[in-house]
Antibody, heavy 122, light 107 residues
Framework: EVQLVESGGGLVQPGGSLRLSCAAS????????MSWVRQAPGKGLEWVAN????????YYVDSVKGRFTISRDNAKSSLYLQLNSLRAEDTAVYYC???????????????WGQGTLVTVSS | EIVMTQSPATLSVSPGERATLSCRTS??????LAWYQHKPGQAPRLLIY???TRATGAPARFSGSGSGTEFTLTISSLQSEDFALYYC?????????FGGGTKVEIK
């Protein structure tokens, strides 16, 4: 059974940092593209970032470029998201998800975790 | 950047009735569209990909149609467990984008 379990969320002040983790099991993590997707309160889903299976390529939505860093440890079957210079608008539930790659750049998501809440507030 | 518009925002339906949800994209995405079901506090669930292919485990009462810029998710006979939020997502261009969602509620 595929499982994705996020952790690391919490309350942080504007300008602060947080590191999210996602523990994966039930599939070959080292062969899978992985993404972070977030949902702000009362809003829809927003893709945030993804990473190639070997970690050699990462892609980000414009609003987080230069502030967030996605990474992975295939030996630990774990995905990470380092959140720096946090803003109130980054407040959201953050989900990790497994990408299905149809062709280059065509990704959708077949498994998701239950999410971890990040609240940015003073 | 492709803009996704879902309608209606809320759909009130009685159990056993048919529900039709719409997703429109600002430019053609061919058939590169997926639908997800999301219940509060749970992981989103993939229902449809490629506009019309049911995902593994998705009940047969869920069907998707459309191509280009107009897409539809139909739930043929609503069950109690189907009351949830539904999102479409295009995977034709970067950045990947989701619609704003349709909430299916009990009438």
């Amino acid at each position: 059974e595929v499982q994705l379990v996020e952790s690391g969320g919490g309350l942080v002040q504007p300008g602060g940092s947080l590191r999210l983790s996602c523990a994966a099991s039930g599939f070959t993590f080292s062969k899978s593209w992985m993404s972070w997707v977030r949902q702000a309160p009362g809003k829809g889903l927003e893709w945030v970032a993804n990473i190639k299976p070997d970690g050699g390529e990462q892609y980000y939505v414009d609003s987080v470029k230069g502030r967030f860093t996605i990474s992975r440890d295939n030996a630990k079957s774990s995905l990470y998201l380092q959140l720096n210079s946090l803003r109130a608008e980054d407040t959201a539930v953050y989900y990790c998800a497994r990408d299905v790659v149809v062709i280059t750049a065509a990704h959708y998501f077949d498994y998701w975790g239950q999410g971890t809440l990040v609240t940015v507030s003073s | 950047e492709i803009v996704m518009t879902q309608s209606p925002a809320t759909l009130s339906v009685s159990p056993g009735e048919r529900a039709t949800l719409s997703c429109r994209t600002s430019q053609s995405v061919s058939s590169n569209l997926a639908w997800y079901q999301h219940k509060p506090g749970q992981a989103p669930r993939l229902l449809i990909y490629g506009a019309s292919t049911r995902a593994t485990g998705a009940p047969a009462r869920f069907s998707g149609s459309g191509s280009g810029t107009e897409f539809t998710l139909t739930i043929s006979s609503l069950q109690s467990e189907d009351f949830a939020l539904y999102y479409c997502q295009q995977f034709h261009n970067w950045p990947l984008a989701f619609g704003g969602g349709t909430k299916v509620e009990i009438k």
